[in-house]
């Protein structure tokens, strides 16, 4: 037993240095009943890479809990012991398991790292020994890093702009003020590491195993998320760094398509998902503040989603069984629709301008994306005494 009050966040900037078990299973259980919307038919198989935190979370909630999925997911998570308190994943994952005991789902969960060689082979040994072909492979990895599977290379990605220096606002999360920020254009390395961090190498190697294991069922669908958001960050996102890996992934994607398409009569597609709080978005400068200003005018709209709200209408609408995908002319699924609407964005521009750190929590959402960065850590959460002792050794 490993008992203690935790009463708070104890945060440096964008990232949480704790996080509270009781807290991320509130979090959990709430995400469940909304995954349950989505009970229009049902997969066997599910494979959720990246499934303990954000969009990935979400899937594994909704195939499992809403579809009845034998669902295996992958994270790379601190586990708690007897001395040291786990990350949020960890404990998000716990609390999945324990509900899907509670309620005859079948959820697993391995915590290895989804870039290594072996961790496919684990994960190949693991379904063919209990599960059996994929109805859906979703890939949701967010890494700063990737070692290389066939060698000791170590991939860092960074969030910089291509070409020119980026010089624009940003809310400084450390004392939540706007600051004008300089970020210097990446160098040729750096573009080519971070593509190999979070483009579509590793999503193409899964595919690959899975189909020389001959892990695919007939019709499977794989489907990776991406991003591209509004022209106040494109400098910084879309033609940065990152977006040139999203690019490659959109790319790879087309590759994986006819893959898949000649392996099982099977598709590979790629969301363009909303802009949200999540361990992988809240270190993106500039990124911050747009999402704060989106958080004010989709609330204010009343079309606001969090990452269950868009999994679920993802599944339904796109990706469920039964479900036809409608994609853009690129191929791509848009769950960004509404975010990027022309009125939306409208109003998100005559915002921009006008933010000051006096002005930051009127005239955008800064206190929803503060409340729902700590939520992310089981801090803020609606019925969970923060006063009490609470056991911080959770297992799966
Ligand atoms: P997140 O940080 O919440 O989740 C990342 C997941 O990846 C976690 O489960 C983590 O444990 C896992 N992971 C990281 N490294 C791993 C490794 N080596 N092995 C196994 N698991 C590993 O991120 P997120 O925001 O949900 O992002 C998921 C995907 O969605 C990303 O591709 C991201 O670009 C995309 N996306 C995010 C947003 C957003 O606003 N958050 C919007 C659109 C698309």
Redesign the pocket.
Known sequence: MAKKKITGPRKRGFICLNAHPAGCEANVQAQIELAKQESNGSFDNVLV?????????ASTLTACFGLGAKTLG????RPSDEKKDGSA?WYNVCAAHAAAKAEGKHLETLN????AHE?KQQVIDILKDRYGKLDLII?????P??KDPDSDTLWSSVLKPIGETFRGKNINLRDSTIEEVEIESANDEEIEHTQRV?GGDDWKLWINALNEAGLLNDGCRSV????IGPEVTHALYRSGT?GKA?ED?EAQAKDIDAAMKSACNGSALVS??????????SAIPV?TLY?SILYKVMKEAGNHEG?IEQIVRLFKDHIGPGATPSVDDNGRIRM?DLELSADIQAKVNEIWPTVTTENLRDVTDYNGFEYEFDK?FGFGVDGVDYEEEVETHREL
């Open positions: 890479i990246g499934s303990s935190t954000g969009y990935g979370l992958l994270c790379f998570e994943g290895i790292d989804a870039f961790s890939y949701s990895l967010a890494s890093k990737r979070m990776a998320y991406s991003y990152i999203k992934l363009v998902n909303k802009a949200l709080v999540t361990q992988a978005s990124v999402t990452c960004d992310l």
